[in-house]
């Protein structure tokens, strides 16, 4: 499997963006799809994950409500789309992807990695 991440950039605190994954090389049926981001000096964490089949997410709290993770299954693409940002959602951030359906909050449940595409949220 091979993910494509996109649509970082710079953004002024309240607005959006919308970072896309697209996943290539296999069947992804049974996979799970995460978005995670790592700030400077810090631990990768969890933002935002979607069952492939049956679409179920879930949320880091500090994003709930503010992000929206969806997944395209014809495109093989999952997409999150950001609103009212915050300075402290400046980070790089990545998509992954597991076989698994349990722990998706956990960065070491994901076997494939797609590169970073960062996010820089100004004051």
């Known amino acids: 499997v091979q993910l494509q991440a996109s649509g970082g950039g710079l953004v002024q605190a309240g607005g959006s963006l919308r970072l896309a994954c697209v996943a290539s090389g296999r069947t992804f049926s049974r996979h799970a799809l995460g978005w995670f981001r790592q700030a400077p000096g810090k631990e990768r964490e969890f933002v935002a994950a979607i069952t492939w089949s049956l679409g179920v997410t879930s949320y880091a709290d500090s994003v709930n409500g503010r992000f929206t993770i969806s997944r395209d299954t014809v495109k093989n693409t999952a997409t999150l789309q950001m609103n009212s940002l915050k300075p402290e959602d400046t980070a790089v951030y990545y998509c992954?992807?597991?076989?698994?359906?349990?722990?998706?909050?956990?960065?070491?449940?994901?076997?494939?990695w797609g590169q970073g595409t960062l996010v820089t949220v100004s004051s």
């Open positions: 992954a992807a597991t076989r698994q359906l349990l722990s998706l909050r956990v960065p070491a449940t994901y076997e494939y």
